[in-house]
């Protein structure tokens, strides 16, 4: 498969750039689908073991059931969504902004910070940087660079927007 000529990036470059943006889109929409197909899963047991600042905010979200459920859905949704969003590459600059949002949301819930102990176990050791801040300065590599319009849907959506107005 021959990528497409960009005026701005080289073959090499648009290839990275791309396989950088499908592979964050499938980690979120398959973190967004197991939650989905998962009767029992919820948001508490994460947000009652926040730690950091921002703990006193994540508690209140747990505390309160009709928040907490409006949050499930809003997360597993989400993460649905912007993953379809980036893999397809549409509307993929509006869904990035949404990714480093949630996962900055996410990191500040558990930050890796000294002296902050967690109940949920963790899959290494962290000190301030972790898997989570990665992925966020990934997405911001990728609203900087983006690629959607040459290698997306947005190529196509923003080719009818402006044929459209040219009429």
Known sequence: MKLIKSSTYS???????????????????????????????????????????????????????????TIDYINIWGLIVIGLGLILGALSRMFIIAGIILLGLYYFSHPPFIGLRY?????????????????LVA???LFLFPTSREIGLDGFIFHIK???LRS
Do not use: C
């Open 11 to 69: 073959n090499v470059q648009l290839f990275w750039l791309v396989a950088l943006r499908v592979l964050i889109g499938w980690h979120f929409l398959y973190e967004g689908m197991v939650k989905m197909t998962n009767p029992n899963w919820s948001s508490v047991g994460y947000l009652l073991d926040s730690g950091g600042f921002l703990k006193g905010f994540y508690f209140w979200l747990a505390g309160n059931p009709m928040i907490l459920r």
């Open 119 to 135: 109940s949920l176990p963790m899959e290494g050791s962290y000190l301030i940087v972790n898997n989570m801040l990665i992925e």
């Open 139 to 141: 997405l911001v590599v």
């Open 162 to 164: 402006k044929s459209k």
